[in-house]
């Protein structure tokens, strides 16, 4: 059987099939057009082992003498333990050549497992897995992953963690003989996933050295690793973490595992993000290019008003956000029965007729009026025990052992009278709330009726749908149920979805506990963290942003003084933070200032005028020695233009910046840059006697000199910001650029002003 070799955009994938079971060879750069001849290329065998070269399958197992991590765990009873998987069909793709389906087989084992793996323009490799029980019995499985092979160049791993208010934040360490394993129980992704696993050469950084990395498109428990082996060979994987006894498959059923997403760089993590970019943007259902339209700029209420809901307050807020050029306003937590604080209501989906006598209406109507969408908040997974909802049928209620249902029905939202008591014990409260099991279809039902109802009432053109505590002892009926809730949130998007095509719907999960590519192939954007500060968000979206693209980060300007930290910023440092996202506000306006209101808005236009960049562009990073300094920007796939935010997190060693280079211009082509934001003599971001000469009006220079010489920079207070906009004035002469230099590619529009 001829070998399987997949090539695009500078990434391949090599899988021989001599030995009867599918050999991953290679993984990462092009290999060229030609291969060699495999028969000769197998290992060496070494003493006391076995006796043949051992295999690294497409799903490592013990029967081909692999001893690191098993790809298949799983059994009959305690019986047909370890698979022996050999290749029974190979499926290759007609016309573009970058997919296959590859079907193993085990008939002592009773199981057949059939993969998908494809390479996606931009260079993106997708791999999942389906395993069938072909057997009488039942089959239990504990676990299938998803594994590929890393270069022995990779000496290094990076992987990211965090906490609530502070999510996607990087680790580094040594690549080692053993394992290295991620695992995330929260039944959801985690506050401190890792978005991202990455190995790579010494050193590797945002635009040098090799890289390989990892994400799982999945929204419930998930582990990832790298398993370095004895023999020298080490794999890097990713597989849904399965709880015990969550997965038995019945004689003629499959599990199926979610896809994992893989990409190679030889030029540092901004190729990975190139990589995933790409996939996001060639989406037919991608924002913008299903809606056609630009992203909004964004007012959440939330921290202007809380659950202040008066009228008055809500109508002056839109009045303020409209004068101001916001084009989407999103009602937050507060709007339904019951709820005036926290502890009580979630789970009544019904507008509350104290508050809105007259139903949402009012509201809807001044706020598009004025010219603005309207969103809404709701949290449809979760369930307040001080509720009409949960009084009615405690047996809704998600736990480790089954409840009994007491009360009368909820429909038509009516109040029961009490009486009763639920049985079976519940999970601790988390946020005074617990888990609706949506896995019960009469749930289900229940949450889709209130949601069709509310989109279909009222023009909502957004749902900010929320999911605000971990699944600890995540059952139903006395079982497991992670995989099948999971499934169950995912079927209720994809019809709601299918009900109102025309609604946007933004995951978060007490901001970004749910950031994987598994929830945003259902949603529009997600928010990346419940911290508006912008000092931490620097950390946050920069990191965030090496997996997701700017437009579907929700990004806001938060008040002067951070309501998460309490530290206070000037205006410009949190708008030049949030311009690198889905540009909003989330801040009471209605009494700024006049200067502040002014600064707003031109806040807003800059946003605004180059939005069409920063939603289509590359993203790029500097890797820049002075840790108190950052330097991040977008840039056109043509080369024309860029915008770039320098950004000083701290104070720094030296008295000034000096050169600081912008990379991934055309070298030969020549630019301008100009300062855009703040003025050259704002007297809160700089700290200085006199200016560099060109900060004031602007300068020519190469490309080349740009990324190699750079230019000398303000020195910057610390905690603030300089916004950069590069357009291109000369013409770049193509074949003068250096080899190593990624070649800009098109495909995606740009502004053109």
């Known amino acids: 059987m001829e070998p399987l070799y997949l090539r695009r955009s500078g990434t391949s994938l090599l899988i021989d099939f001599s030995t009867g079971e599918p050999a991953m060879l290679h993984f990462g750069a092009d290999l060229g057009p030609a291969l060699p001849d495999l028969s000769l290329l197998g290992d060496a065998v070494p003493h006391s082992a076995l006796d043949i070269p051992v295999t690294l399958g497409l799903i490592p197992q013990a029967s081909s003498g692999w001893r690191g991590r098993p790809g298949l765990r799983g059994h009959r009873n305690g019986q047909a333990f370890s698979a022996c998987l050999r290749v029974v069909a190979v499926e290759r793709a007609e016309g573009d050549g970058c997919s296959a389906v590859i079907t193993q087989a085990d008939p002592d084992a009773g199981v057949t497992v059939r993969t998908e793996v494809k390479i996606n323009d931009g260079g993106l490799l997708q791999l999942r897995h389906r395993l069938h029980n072909d057997g009488a019995d039942p089959y239990s499985l504990d676990e299938l992953a998803a594994v590929l092979p890393l270069g022995r160049s990779a000496t290094e791993i990076l992987d990211l963690t965090g906490r609530w208010c502070r999510e996607s934040h990087p680790q580094r360490l040594p690549l080692r003989q053993g394992t290295w394993v991620r695992s995330g129980r929260h039944g959801r992704t985690g506050h401190d996933a890792s978005l991202l696993l990455a190995a790579g050469t010494a050193g590797f950084g945002n635009r040098h050295g090799q890289v390989w990395a990892v994400h799982l498109g999945w929204s ?70 299903r809606s056609g339209k630009a992203r909004p700029v964004v007012l959440n209420v939330w921290e202007a008003v809380y659950f202040d809901h008066r009228m008055p307050v809500l109508l002056d807020l839109a009045e303020s956000a409209a004068r101001l050029g916001v084009e989407r306003y999103v009602l937050d937590d507060g709007w339904f029965r019951g709820r005036r604080n926290d502890t009580a209501g979630l789970g009544d989906w019904y507008v509350d007729e104290d508050l809105w006598p007259e139903g949402l209406s009012p509201l809807i109507d001044a706020v598009t009026g004025h010219g603005m969408e309207f969103g809404l908040w709701v949290e449809p997974e979760m369930v307040n025990e001080d509720s009409d909802l949960a009084r009615a049928h405690p047996d809704w209620i998600a736990g480790p052992a089954p409840r009994a249902a007491v009360g009368s029905p909820a ?32 749930a289900w039902q229940y949450i889709f009726d209130r949601l069709d109802a509310l989109l279909s009432e009222y023009r909502i053109s957004y749902l900010k749908w929320d999911q605000n505590r971990d699944l600890a002892e995540m059952g139903h009926a006395g079982r497991p149920s992670v995989h099948t809730q999971a499934q169950a949130v995912y079927r209720l998007l994809d019809e709601l979805r299918k009900a109102h095509p025309g609604v946007e719907i933004e995951s978060c999960s007490s901001g970004g506990a749910r950031v994987d590519l598994g929830i945003l192939e259902r949603t529009d954007r997600i928010w990346g963290s419940d911290c508006n500060d912008a000092l931490e968000r620097q950390t946050i979206q920069r990191w965030t942003g090496m997996v997701v693209p700017p437009e579907l980060v929700g990004s806001h300007i938060g008040p002067t003084t951070s309501h998460t930290t309490a530290r206070t910023h000037d205006l410009s440092f949190r708008a030049i933070t949030a311009m690198f996202g889905h540009f909003g506000l989330e801040w009471d306006v209605r009494h700024l200032a006049d200067s502040e209101r002014t600064e707003l808005a031109t806040a807003i236009a800059l946003f605004k005028k180059y939005r069409p960049l920063l939603h289509s562009g590359r993203m790029v990073r500097a890797d820049e020695p002075d840790p108190s300094l950052r330097l991040h920007g977008v840039v056109s796939h043509d080369g ?61 220079a190469t490309g080349r000199f740009l990324a190699e010489s750079g230019l000398p920079m303000p020195v910057l207070n610390p905690e603030h ?23 800009a590619t098109g495909g995606h529009p740009v502004r053109d002003s």
């Open 220 to 289: 419930g428990n998930h582990e990832s690793f790298v398993d370095a082996s004895a023999d020298g060979r080490t794999v890097i994987g990713a597989s849904e973490l399965l709880g015990a006894g969550e997965i038995t498959l019945a004689a003629n059923a499959s599990y199926e595992t979610p896809w994992l997403f893989a990409a190679y760089s030889a030029a540092g993590l901004d190729g990975i993000s190139d990589a995933f970019y790409a996939w996001f943007r060639g989406r037919p259902h991608h924002p913008g290019v």
């Open 411 to 442: 429909a038509g939202g009516s109040r029961p009278a009490p009486g009763g008591g639920p049985t079976g014990r519940l999970p601790e409260r988390w946020r005074h709330q617990q888990v609706l099991d949506l896995v019960n279809p009469e």
């Open 640 to 700: 024309v233009e860029a915008l770039y935010a320098l950004v000083s997190v701290a104070t720094s060693f030296a008295e000034v910046p000096g050169r600081v280079c912008l990379p991934g211009l055309l070298p030969d082509a020549g630019y301008r840059v100009d300062a855009v934001y703040p003025a050259a003599d704002d007297g809160r971001a700089f700290l200085q006697a006199m200016a560099p000469g060109w900060l004031a009006g602007g300068v020519e």
């Open 721 to 743: 910001g300089l916004l950069l906009s590069v357009r291109r004035v000369t013409a770049a002469e193509p074949a003068s650029e250096p080899a190593g230099e990624p070649a």
